[in-house]
């Protein structure tokens, strides 16, 4: 069988060089025109933001996507110390410690920020003469029945976020009785964010049947931003009590070939016209406090003074047995 | 009419048009996937995997979809199949293209029109997206095959007094039941891996061990239970295989093959044809069409905004242009098909045994994609982030279904006409050339198309290859659906239309 010994002779050959481990470790780096930028697929930056980073190291910014943010972070930790990139956007303090357990990161700060909140359809309440509800509390009452989709946390960042949020809220003994209470009143489980937003929630553009959904601090902005007809105030709003902070990392990564090129990009990332342009290309808020925010931001977004936050450290010790006590619960 | 009564024969013998396809397989298949099951596959894992209730019953729950799933595909797919490969009439070609142009378009743009009609998830939802998929497959295997079925056998059954369903079952099937079997494993293997349709149809009870997978490499960062699931999912599937094989052992039969016959225009009972294609066409094409009415009308109101804003060129919120969307995927599809097909051939020419070329359809995505990351990380394979790997994976992926689509055609060459050329003076290549290639052009445009539909649609394996600068259509209609606003959301939509109505267009000419 002449192509048996084909098949075992280029495996043995490509599984030798997967074990001859590369140690390069020089200060000097490798690609100096170049420094690679890896992101999740959402990450669409300004258009020529990177180039006055260019022009003052001679520096091309690539950017690299591939998935999103849980995508990113766990083939990157199959592949850690041998990285694809030189710089990692998009680690959240929900994947964080997952992060550090494999030293994915030499040095990590934050970047930006954003909160995880229930919005609701201003019309669908006002036509009705109801008023929205404005806890988590409310959301378990009977006049709200029916009325919400929130994501699968396993599948999706933001409802792993709100899953956080009333963990924070009620305590780590107290949020499974809430989440009873959400099922029997009738909580929409959506496989994902777009599936919540854009096929069940009432006020964007699928017209769904629920008009309460876990979306973004930012969403109301970002629909005024992209109206079908140009309007003054966004069909939607944001109920400030149920966010849940979540704050995104850029780091440079471990055996980066280009560490010098990395810490420039980082603080490139990080200084005051990358952090003015991220919150009407990304829709987070800039962490460097001297960026001022866009009107659209200021009138709209919402980013509570005290949102509701968890130590990443508890967050991953605890993330697999929360996650599997809430699937008992809803399934 | 050309008529010739023989068994089929095959054309090569020899292994060494196996080389090629054999390497290629080797290096981007089997040792990455090889690579993923030494690192993480645990014996322990697999058995306490196999004794949780829970995944007992996603196991459980794959299977028996998949089973439902593939009857209904075949209960709409072989009628239509029948009426499409033997009447021609004004709308034939538009009809196969509604059909076959579902197999491209990215599994949310499906599950969206599916949902956006029966207004609710669960089974049912889940069973129709699956059958508007997989008719394609039906159709594709099956309808080369049927087509090329000789009228005068079943005339002649007719006038010796069978009835329908006796020549059926006594003239007809015997030649197209290594296609039906084909294309039946195959949508059962389609719908038992399923994941995009299952991610949105599902919620969060229904899953699929393929879904599962998924969720615990990624989202649990569990690889060993990860690895053991899509053990489990091989050991099945391979399962599948074999009893299909003994299926297929029975009686092998002598073909009456002939050039695939001219259609008839008149069909006898005219209706027939016309009813079972508008059912057909109704179930299949009644998701797209939400998808096109979603991009058209916005609170009750029609507006060609999204449309307007993509023949601009723009993309609303994201860093590319449609026309760079478009050229990277076609460009994908052209390489993947250049890749593909002509290695298809190779095998599909040559009697060698199929088991290695069927591994692609056994192994998980996900496990492919981790193994792809794992292995090519390294110089000088350092490949993982090259663009190149994209459509090399996307052949990968096609090459067990492109070889089926050509293997009808391939057996059915009649050898005699060979013989003929070979006595004639004829070196084998140009024969090869003169005989082979020409009876098989049309297979190979078939398999072209095929090969392009399944790069342009892929979301598994090479969602977890990284891009730099080249998004594809189903990754730019995911991020536009993806993200609030909805001019953004309306243009992820008008972007799918675009894509429905490009295929069925392309696919009705092919």
Redesign the interface.
């Known amino acids: 069988m002449k192509y048996s010994r084909v098949l075992i002779a280029s495996l043995l050959v490509v599984i030798a060089s997967a074990c001859s481990s590369s140690s390069s470790n020089t200060s000097i780096d490798a690609t100096p025109n170049e420094v690679t930028l890896l992101a999740y697929d959402a990450f669409t930056p300004q258009e020529g933001i990177f180039d006055a980073f260019t022009a003052a190291t001679g520096a091309k910014v690539k950017v690299v996507t591939g998935g999103d943010s849980g995508v990113l972070v766990s083939k990157a930790i199959l592949t850690a110390g041998n990285p694809e990139g030189d710089v990692l956007w998009g680690i959240d303090n929900t994947l964080l410690s997952r992060a550090q357990k494999a030293e994915l990161l030499t040095n990590y700060e934050p970047v930006d920020y954003g909160d995880i909140c229930v919005n609701y359809d201003k019309q669908w309440f006002t036509s009705r003469n109801i008023a929205p509800p404005t806890s988590l509390e409310d959301l378990a009452l009977p006049t709200y029945k029916n009325l919400l989709t929130v994501q699968d946390p396993v599948a999706s960042s933001p409802g792993l976020g709100f899953l956080l949020g009333t963990i924070a809220h009620f305590g780590a003994d107290n949020w499974q009785g809430y989440w009873k209470s959400l099922k029997a009143n009738g909580v929409r489980i959506a496989s994902d964010w777009t599936s919540a937003y854009t096929i069940d929630f009432s006020g964007s553009s699928g017209k769904g049947k629920y008009p309460l959904v876990v979306s973004y601090g930012s969403s109301p902005p970002a629909e005024v931003l992209y109206a079908e007809k140009p309007i003054e105030t966004p069909p939607t709003a944001v109920i400030e009590s149920t966010c849940f902070r979540q704050t995104e990392y850029v780091g440079a990564l471990r055996g980066s070939r280009n560490p010098n090129n990395a810490k420039k990009l980082i603080s490139y990332l990080l200084d005051i016209s990358f952090q003015e342009s991220m919150p009407l290309s990304l829709f987070v808020f800039p962490v460097n406090e001297k960026a001022k925010l866009p009107v659209l931001f200021t009138k709209f977004a919402v980013a509570p003074e005290n949102p509701l936050t968890l130590d990443p450290v508890d967050i991953e010790k605890n993330r697999d047995a929360w996650l599997s006590t809430w699937r008992d619960i809803i399934l | 009419m050309a008529e010739y009564m023989e068994r089929h024969h095959l054309v090569s013998k020899t292994?060494?048009l196996?080389?090629a396809p054999?390497?290629f397989l080797?290096?981007f298949f089997?040792?990455p996937v090889?690579?993923t099951f030494?690192r993480y596959f645990r014996f322990s894992e697999f058995s306490s995997v196999l004794s949780s209730q829970p995944l007992r019953g996603v196991a459980w729950f794959s299977l028996w979809q998949a089973v439902v799933s593939t009857l209904l595909t075949l209960t709409i797919g072989l009628p239509a199949t029948w009426a499409l490969s033997r009447f021609t009439f004004r709308g034939a070609r538009l009809a196969r293209g509604i059909l076959v142009a579902p197999f491209v378009l990215p599994a949310?743009v499906v599950a969206?029109g599916v949902?956006?009609i029966t207004d609710s998830r669960g089974v049912t939802p889940i069973l129709w997206a699956h059958v508007v998929f997989n008719v394609s497959v039906v159709l594709r295997i099956v309808g080369p095959r049927w087509s090329m079925v000789n009228h005068r056998l079943e005339h002649a059954a007719a006038t010796l007094g069978a009835r329908p369903s006796r020549t059926f079952t006594l003239v007809v099937w015997p030649h197209i039941a290594d296609a039906v079997i084909s294309a039946a494993t195959l949508v059962f293997i389609y719908c038992f891996t399923s994941f995009g349709v299952i991610?949105?149809l599902?919620?969060?009870?229904r899953r699929t061990l393929e879904s599962e997978i998924f969720?615990q490499?990624?989202?649990?960062?569990n690889?060993t239970t990860a690895t053991a699931l899509a053990v489990l999912q091989a050991l099945i599937i391979s399962l599948v295989f074999l009893v299909v094989r003994q299926l297929r052992r029975s009686p092998s039969l002598s073909l009456h093959v002939s050039a695939p016959q001219a259609l008839r225009t008149k069909p006898t009972h005219r209706l027939t044809p016309f009813i079972i294609i508008a059912i057909a066409v109704a179930v299949v094409a009644s998701p797209l069409v939400a998808t096109v009415y979603r991009s058209l009308v916005?609170?009750g109101h029609v507006?060609f905004?999204a449309w307007r804003t993509l023949f601009s060129g723009s993309l609303?919120?994201?860093?590319v242009s449609l026309q760079s969307v478009v050229t990277t995927s076609l460009v994908f599809a052209i390489a993947a098909a250049c890749i593909c097909v002509p290695l298809a051939l190779l095998v599909a020419t040559t009697s060698a045994p199929r088991a290695l070329f069927s591994l692609p359809l056994v192994v998980s995505a996900a496990t492919l994609g981790?193994g792809l990351?794992?292995?090519f990380?390294?110089?000088?394979?350092a490949w993982?982030?090259e663009r190149w790997l994209i459509p090399v994976v996307h052949a990968v992926i096609a090459l067990p279904l492109v070889i089926r689509a050509l293997e009808p055609a391939t057996r059915a060459i009649p050898s005699s006409l060979r013989h003929a050329s070979a006595t004639l003076g004829a070196s084998p290549f140009i024969s090869w050339v003169r005989v082979d290639l020409s009876i098989l052009k049309p297979a190979l445009l078939r398999a072209t198309g095929l090969s392009m539909a399944i790069s342009l649609g892929e979301f598994g394996a090479t969602?977890?290859?990284?891009?730099?600068?080249s998004t594809t259509l189903p990754?730019a209609i995911?991020?536009l659906?993806?993200?609030?606003?909805?001019?953004?959301?309306?243009a992820?939509f008008a972007l799918a239309a675009l894509m429905i109505i490009i295929t069925v267009g392309v696919m009705s000419r092919a």
Do not use: E, H, M
């Open positions: 292994k060494t196996l080389i054999v390497v080797s290096i089997v040792v090889t690579n030494l949310v969206a949902l956006a991610a949105i599902g919620g969060v009870s969720t490499a990624v989202r649990l960062g690889t916005i609170n507006s905004t609303p919120a994201l860093s981790i990351i794992i292995t990380n390294t110089s000088p394979y993982r982030s969602s977890f290859l990284s891009r730099s600068g990754i995911a991020q659906l993806g993200r609030p606003g909805v001019a953004t959301q309306q992820g």
